[in-house]
């Protein structure tokens, strides 16, 4: 039986992300991010100023939390999937993630399935032992590949440990991003977890807002800034699912 998580709502959850590079940004980012009433708020860490200090992390997750109910995704996107370049060395960056399994309230945990298998190990221990959930995630900006490697890493996710599988990936074209609405439900279907695809840039937009249809339990809107390309307007996608679904229903 697939793990419950991510499986209690027929339509998919939509995640907003954090982009602050301050505490004030990130303050008047989750004010408008609130106002979308969003299913999960990603913090994207790489691109806060103060990553450095552990208790500044701390203290915005603190904050966030107080604020509001929505269940938190820490991440600290790797340079080479997308992310900003940090000051961190691995081994702090790893330190940092643990402790904030350990010392904190987020609820997710983001960490790459290109990372050695022993740090996912250590990170997934931590997040079990936090009660925390673990996404495995894969990005490509470059290209989508094969329909096998897809299937691949989604399977390797869940070999290791993760609570979701994660890929996002570039079209190059827009049988790619068919492709991977095809491959979701092969991935849907094979694994005992949940699956979240999505195709990026312009012309991968369609898969932000059907991919449920295929078994994409979450999709990433813009709440004040875009973390990835392709991303939409939250409360356009938020509209633009509702009606695809008053069309043809939950489709499970």
């Given at each position: 039986m697939k793990k419950d998580f991510l499986l209690l709502k027929k339509k998919p959850y939509i995640c907003v992300p954090l982009t602050g590079d301050t505490k004030k940004t990130i303050d008047e980012q989750l004010h408008t991010t609130l106002s979308h009433q969003p299913d999960i708020i990603e913090w994207r860490v790489d691109f806060f100023d103060s990553i450095k200090y552990v208790h500044e992390v701390?203290?915005?997750?603190?904050?966030?939390?107080?604020?509001?109910?929505?269940?938190?995704?820490?991440?600290?996107?790797?340079?080479?999937?997308?992310?900003?370049?940090i000051v961190l060395n691995q081994h702090e960056k790893l330190k940092l993630i643990m402790e904030v399994c350990h010392h904190s309230s987020v609820d997710l945990i983001d960490f790459e399935i290109s990372n050695g298998i022993n740090e996912v190990e250590e990170i997934r221990k931590a997040t079990e032992s936090n009660n925390k959930k673990l996404i495995l995630s894969y990005h490509n900006f470059e290209f989508t590949p094969t329909n096998e490697k897809l299937i691949q890493l989604a399977v390797k996710a869940e070999e290791l440990g993760a609570d979701v599988a994660k890929i996002a990936v570039m079209p190059e074209s827009k049988e790619d991003v068919l492709r991977l609405l095809q491959v979701t439900k092969e991935m849907d279907e094979l694994l005992s977890i949940p699956v979240v695809t999505?195709?990026?840039?312009?012309?991968g937009g369609l898969s932000r807002v059907i991919g449920w249809v295929y078994g994409s339990a979450m999709t990433f809107g813009i709440g004040a800034e875009s973390s990835a390309p392709g991303q939409i307007q939250v409360d356009k996608l938020q509209g633009a699912i509702e009606r695809t679904q008053e069309l043809v229903g939950t489709w499970k």
């Open positions: 701390l203290e915005v997750i603190k904050k966030i939390k107080l604020t509001t109910k929505i269940p938190l995704l820490f991440t600290i996107r790797a340079e080479h999937e997308g992310g900003e370049r999505m195709s990026m840039g312009d012309i």
